[in-house]
């Protein structure tokens, strides 16, 4: 797959193009746009072969929940007892709270493009949502976030039918998460930060 380099004067471009995008970022018009360009790439070169109905790979959805059971198994391991109860959600039986692990693999840039029901946050009272970011090696990135970072978060990210987008970028050890209308939100400090899982704050 061909790494493509965006420069801040393209970006700027980008965002100029995503104006007339009422519900859409100026991620979303270069996600579309690189997806466009590889999918193109794809074709010509036939480096891909094309999945059939049955499907010879897995699926989005299969990919989520293969991650999201290699990291439930790694939180068990470390005595946070936890099960997954409903897609996404987990069930945290030491604090008797529900935790949210939308998942993705990695994509173009450093970037993950995550998403969750806006309004399961609200009716499962949950006490932190986990992003789980799955490298190209295999390795997934925990960004644990505790409940005032949810609050503080939440409310200002982007909504597409009803569901939250989180756009995570990485930039060397640094992690953000792109606020639209605002910037990049650091979550470094959320890193690995699972001792949250183990905290009653309801």
Same mark, same amino acid.
């Given at each position: 797959?061909?790494?493509?380099?965006? !420069?801040?004067?393209?970006?700027?471009?980008?965002?100029?193009?995503?104006?007339?995008?009422?519900?859409?970022?100026?991620?979303?018009?270069?996600?579309?746009?690189? $997806?466009?360009?590889?999918?193109?790439?794809?074709?010509?070169?036939?480096?891909?072969?094309?999945?059939?109905?049955?499907?010879?790979?897995?699926?989005?959805? $299969?990919?989520?929940?293969?991650?999201?059971?290699?990291?439930?198994?790694?939180?068990?391991?470390? $005595?946070? $007892?936890?099960?997954?109860?409903?897609?996404?959600?987990?069930?945290?039986?030491?604090?008797?709270?529900?935790?949210?692990?939308?998942?993705?693999?990695?994509?173009?840039?450093?970037?993950?493009?995550?998403?969750?029901?806006?309004?399961?946050? !609200?009716?499962?009272?949950?006490?932190?949502?986990?992003?789980?970011?799955?490298?190209?090696?295999?390795?997934?990135?925990?960004?644990?976030?505790?409940?005032?970072?949810?609050?503080?978060?939440?409310?200002?990210?982007?909504?597409?039918?009803?569901?939250?987008?989180?756009?995570?970028?990485?930039?060397?050890?640094?992690?953000?998460?792109?606020?639209?209308?605002?910037?990049?939100?650091?979550? !470094?400090?959320?890193?690995?930060?699972?001792?949250?899982?183990?905290?009653?704050?309801?």
């Amino acid at each position: 797959m061909p790494q493509i380099q965006v !420069s801040d004067e393209i970006y700027r471009r980008i965002e100029r193009l995503a104006i007339p995008f009422v519900d859409r970022t100026p991620e979303d018009v270069l996600r579309r746009m690189l $997806d466009s360009f590889e999918e193109g790439n794809r074709t010509k070169a036939s480096r891909r072969p094309a999945i059939s109905a049955a499907g010879s790979g897995p699926s989005r959805k $299969d990919r989520g929940k293969q991650i999201r059971e290699q990291y439930i198994a790694r939180l068990q391991a470390e $005595d946070i $007892d936890v099960r997954i109860e409903d897609g996404v959600w987990g069930y945290l039986e030491v604090t008797k709270s529900w935790v949210a692990f939308p998942s993705a693999t990695e994509g173009r840039l450093g970037r993950w493009w995550l998403g969750l029901g806006e309004e399961d946050i !609200s009716q499962k009272q949950c006490a932190a949502i986990v992003l789980l970011c799955c490298h190209e090696s295999g390795t997934i990135t925990d960004i644990v976030l505790p409940l005032h970072a949810v609050d503080e978060i939440v409310p200002r990210l982007s909504q597409s039918k009803g569901h939250l987008k989180f756009n995570v970028r990485r930039t060397g050890n640094r992690w953000e998460l792109m606020i639209p209308r605002v910037g990049p939100f650091d979550v !470094s400090e959320y890193i690995g930060a699972r001792e949250v899982l183990r905290l009653k704050v309801r």
